[in-house]
């Protein structure tokens, strides 16, 4: 079945040390994998995606997410936290043959003063 | 550019109660339109969608419905609310250009059934 995993519910960071939130999805077919951001109350707004063109995207904020697929991961990175990256963040797949979102559980980044 | 917007932005209703959630789009033409829930420390689960006036595809049997009056207009409705219907809606818009659209979402409903 076609799944993707966020391998942590909770990740706590000091301001201003890295960020990393993994994520793995079910290899077939091919995916298109998203990044989106939910802070508290409000809707879903789209970080970063990956449509099979560079591995390595770039995306709003800081972010960047790097496709793997000889590891079928696409883990989000930041260098520096900030306090305003506080907030739940989605990985999501879409595959070619359904063209449905299929979203992980969610990984709460707490950021520490 | 385009816009989504969503209301009411809270809701609290009692069970066996109506409900009508509206989401409406600016700024664009014929988007997919979707209604997703997401309920409390869980991920987002797809509810209906439509890819047209009048079009709408059920994802999974429940107590609610969906219609789509106009190009840009989504409404979710139950005629008798339940304790689990408690949680968070979200529309969503994608332009339709293939099989992995971008879909962006709105800023949500929050709805409570006491």
């Known amino acids: 079945a076609q799944s993707v995993t966020q391998l942590d519910s909770h990740v706590s960071v000091s301001e201003g040390t890295p960020v990393l939130l993994r994520c793995n999805y079910s290899?077939?077919?091919?995916?298109?994998l998203f990044w989106y951001v939910q802070h508290p109350n409000k809707g879903l707004q789209l970080l970063l995606k990956?449509?099979?063109?560079?591995?390595l995207v770039k995306g709003i904020n800081g972010f960047e997410a790097e496709f793997k697929k000889s590891e079928t991961s696409f883990h989000l990175t930041k260098p520096s936290a900030h306090m305003s990256d506080a907030a739940e963040y989605f990985c999501?797949?879409?595959?070619?043959?359904?063209?449905?979102?299929?979203f992980g559980q969610g990984t709460t980044l707490q950021v520490k003063p | 550019s385009q816009t989504i917007h969503q209301w009411p932005a809270t809701l609290v209703q009692p069970v066996g109660s109506p409900l009508s959630l509206e989401c409406t789009v600016e700024?664009?033409?014929?988007?997919?339109l979707y209604w997703y829930r997401q309920a409390a420390g869980r991920g987002l689960q797809l509810l209906f969608y439509?890819?047209?006036?009048?079009?709408i595809s059920s994802e999974v049997p429940q107590n609610l419905s969906a219609s789509r009056p106009q190009d840009r207009q989504f409404i979710l409705s139950s005629k008798k609310l339940l304790l689990s219907d408690s949680g968070f809606y979200l529309c969503?818009?994608?332009?339709?250009?293939?099989?992995?659209?971008?879909?962006?979402f709105g800023p949500g409903t929050r709805l409570t059934v006491l």
């Open positions: 990956y449509t099979s063109a560079a591995t």
């Open positions: 700024g664009t033409s014929n988007p997919n």
């Open positions: 439509s890819v047209g006036i009048g079009q």
């Open positions: 999501v797949v879409t595959y070619s043959n359904t063209g449905k979102l299929i």
């Open positions: 290899s077939s077919y091919s995916p298109s």
């Open positions: 969503a818009w994608s332009v339709p250009s293939g099989t992995t659209d971008t879909q962006y």
